[in-house]
């Protein structure tokens, strides 16, 4: 249940904005920063948690997508473009991809057809740093690959960029708020305000405490994903979309030394990404009609998924999936394709001139890949329809936070004693930045790991708390990634609730509150993935881990740090958790 708490920055019904931006995914997130580095007022709202939307469950690639060019060449161009730049502006948060795209005698393409795309392709690897292709006997794509099915006739590689997704969403509002926007997350957008036919403003109530405000502004930009069409019918205006919704499977480690491209039964193109500490099956794209908040993973789509990777990888069932997650394409709308074959190209929309809304922009449609662009033409439209004089944008050049700088990061790990994987996942995610935030961490916080799957310091844990609009424990996953490892959060979520309590002054029963509504909301996102005496297994760790937190640390407050019950180790070390797929 949430909890009453006074929202973060507190904005009078008096405060005027030149923007308000509607969504905090990748798309609001950059066009608030750009607006805000442009010079005018901005405010993002949010109603859950920074990048929770769609963005969260990407599959995390800045690419410009090889599938593209058959019929969306400037899709594949612009995001190849922009995923150069952002590479340049955020150096530290995306890393290589290097996939393999085995061909095997039934591939209906074969290795030459494969090869004459991946040549075209290569002409667009120049613009985001990435090298040209290379094409592998049999022998040497077994070699790089031990677990692919025997039979190849050989492969070409392809060069991609990873991304930790939520992370750039962080980034991307915390540079705005640098800039100085303001940035209220758990804030939904229940109204728009309009004053004759001109908008001016958004009502809200916070996710948290329910108060509800109003806040007033000249613009209102809707950049609310999948939900866009809903916003514009607040304000009386329209927008059609055809959302897709897509799902992934989660993988709590890496299972193969590249990313894999295949095929699924239906022809479609599947990917697997080895992903920082995991691994990414996916994804499925089907019509969707329902509502984007409450999505559901059925066993039909894990096993969609799942027969398309046994053909090129047979162990792939014999690895523990940590969970599935579904999120839907805010694509724009087109009659009479397939939905894979719809274009992923964007659009800004004008109210104003389009609907006879003025002050309501949309911006609908695209990929991460290229949300500086979208933001930037976004803004471009904005500034028009604020009467203001054009101002040039900067995003591709200012870096966002950490990208100010590339860091040594063996330096790193030798200054504060840290172990050097520490260093490097803390460096992947604060870049130029990680040196101060330790160097402002308490000395006993530094060094003191506390979600031991990723790793993740106490000291980066009360940093992102303090610093990165944190207000729920599984904004730590999206944050940092804690509660995201092996252990799927039962040896960590504990801990990082106390700590999360202890910075917010939370009692007891509000720290054993989360816990719970953290634990269940894991729960249901596993029974897609795991099936008898497994599942039921699960759900009696599940509910032990509770319960010896719990009484470990009984409500009412008051206790320092409890001590761990005898036999809660034990348990929680326990190899309960079997793979079964
Ligand atoms: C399965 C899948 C895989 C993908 N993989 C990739 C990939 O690898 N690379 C790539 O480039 N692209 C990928 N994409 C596309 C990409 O993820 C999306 O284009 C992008 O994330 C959309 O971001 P967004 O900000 O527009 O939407 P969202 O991330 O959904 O953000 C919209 C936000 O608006 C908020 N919101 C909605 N209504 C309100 C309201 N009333 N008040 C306040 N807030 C509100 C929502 O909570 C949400 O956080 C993928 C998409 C899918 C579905």
Partial sequence: MPRPRALSVPTGDDSEFDVVVVGAGITGAGVARDAALRGLRVCLVEQHDLGSGTTWGSSGMIHGGLRYIEYDWETTRV?????????????????????????????????????TALEVYDRFQPYKAGRPHVRLDAEEARRLEPGLRPGLVGAVTMDEWGVDSARLVALNAIGAREAGAEVRTYTEVTGVIREGRNVRGVRVRSRLSGAEETIRAKVVCNA????????????????????????????????????????????????????????????????????????????????????????????????????????????LFGWRRYEDDL???YEVFDHGARDGVPGLVSIAGGKMSMFRKMAEDTVDVVLRVLGRAYVPCTTHTTPLPGGEGVVDVTEVAGNFGLPLPVAQRLVARHGARAEALLGDAEPEDRRAVLCECE????????????????????????????????CLGMRCAWPAA????????????????????????????????????????????????????????PPPAGAGEPAPLPGAAALAESRLLTAEH
């Fill in 224 to 331: 609310a994903g999948p939900w866009a069409p809903r916003l514009c019918e607040m304000a009386g205006a329209s927008l059609r979309l055809r959302p897709a919704k897509g799902v992934h499977l989660i993988y709590d480690r890496r299972i193969s030394n590249c990313a894999l491209g295949v095929e699924a039964v239906d022809g479609r193109d599947l990917l697997l990404v080895p992903h920082a500490n995991q691994t990414i099956l996916g994804t499925t794209d089907d019509d969707f009609y329902g509502d984007p908040e409450h999505l559901e993973v059925t066993e039909d789509e894990v096993e969609y998924i799942l027969q398309a990777f046994e053909r090129v990888l047979p162990s792939i069932r014999q690895h523990r999936i940590a969970h599935a997650n579904a999120a839907i394409r805010p694509t």
């Fill in 498 to 553: 106390r700590l999360l309590g202890e910075e917010r002054g939370w009692t007891a029963r509000q720290v054993a509150g989360e816990v719970r509504d953290f634990l269940d909301a894991r729960w249901l996102q596993r029974p897609s993935v795991v099936r008898g005496a497994t599942a039921a297994q699960e759900q009696l760790y599940r509910g032990a881990v509770y319960a010896l937190g719990e009484v470990a640390d």
């Fill in 343 to 345: 274009s992923r190209e």
């Fill in 455 to 486: 790793p993740v310091t106490r000291a980066e844990l009360r940093h992102v708390v303090r610093s990165e609009s944190v207000e729920r424990l599984e904004d730590l996953y999206r944050r940092v990634r804690c509660t995201g490892g092996a």
């Fill in 79 to 115: 995001s190849c473009l922009d995923g150069g730049y952002i590479k340049r502006i955020a150096p530290h948060l995306l890393f290589p991809v290097v996939f393999l795209l085995p061909i095997y005698p039934d591939d209906p393409f074969g290795i030459e057809k494969k090869e």
